[in-house]
């Protein structure tokens, strides 16, 4: 596992970005795998000024609201429309969201684990980490080999996402998300972590049992897992606190990723 600690959100982006542009130049086909939520915001943002080739690349998106029309400014198809899709000059017919305004989800969840698979799986997966310890939307108690699928979400998720919606009721109850057995099949997974509240989930997932209590924890099973956290998400962490892994601090962006 190797380990940034930067000094504020905006430098997990910068560090991230290098990470996944080192990605692209080396395939320019590369398959990246798109988290929305705030934290890879950044990613997206520095990623776009390092104006690389994008033509090439394909993306697939971790998770979706059930239960959104379609076009809805909500819905994660048009968040990575407009962060990722537009801002990286990306080719929309390469970018997937899963279907959540599908008559029939259940069925565009397992069609999504086969176009990833048809896609050649994914180079780089970018995640953020939820309060709880989820990623994507697999929510305590997800199942470590458990594939893309509809979910309920929790009232702490629901709550967590409030603040993108009009009123606390508008926020979706079910998703579908790619499973944890579909993520840990990514080549790379790229954490990108910031803020104080997530100090101890952070330190749980990376430091505490393997467990589906805290479907992070999953970091701890792959065998190449980058992880960038500020350092308020880092305070928990000590030296050689992370999987015998001594976190190396960064405080400029002339870092060698
Ligand atoms: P956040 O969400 O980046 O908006 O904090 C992370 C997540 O819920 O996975």
Known sequence: M??????????????AAGI??????????????????????????ALAAHRL?????RGFALD??????????QSYAEVIRREVTERLHLDPAKVSVPAGAAEDPERAAAAYDAAIAQAGGIDVQILGIGHNGHVAFNEPGSALDSRTRVEALTERTRQANARYFASPDDVPDRCITQGLGTILEARQLL???????????LHTALSGPVTTDCPASILQL????????????????????VNGTTPVAVRSRAVGV
């Open 53 to 57: 080739d994008m033509s090439g690349i």
């Open 64 to 73: 979706e609201y059930v239960g959104l029309p379609a076009g809805h400014p």
């Open 222 to 241: 792959h065998p190449h897992v980058t992880v960038v956290a500020d350092e308020a998400a880092a305070a928990l962490l000590g030296a050689r606190a």
């Open 2 to 15: 190797d380990f940034f600690v930067v000094p504020d959100a905006a430098s997990t982006g910068a560090i």
């Open 191 to 201: 954490l990108v972590v910031s803020g104080a509240d997530k100090a101890d989930i």
């Open 20 to 45: 996944v542009a080192a990605v692209i130049r080396s395939k320019p086909e590369a398959v990246l795998g798109l988290a929305t939520g705030g934290s890879p915001l950044p990613v997206y943002a």
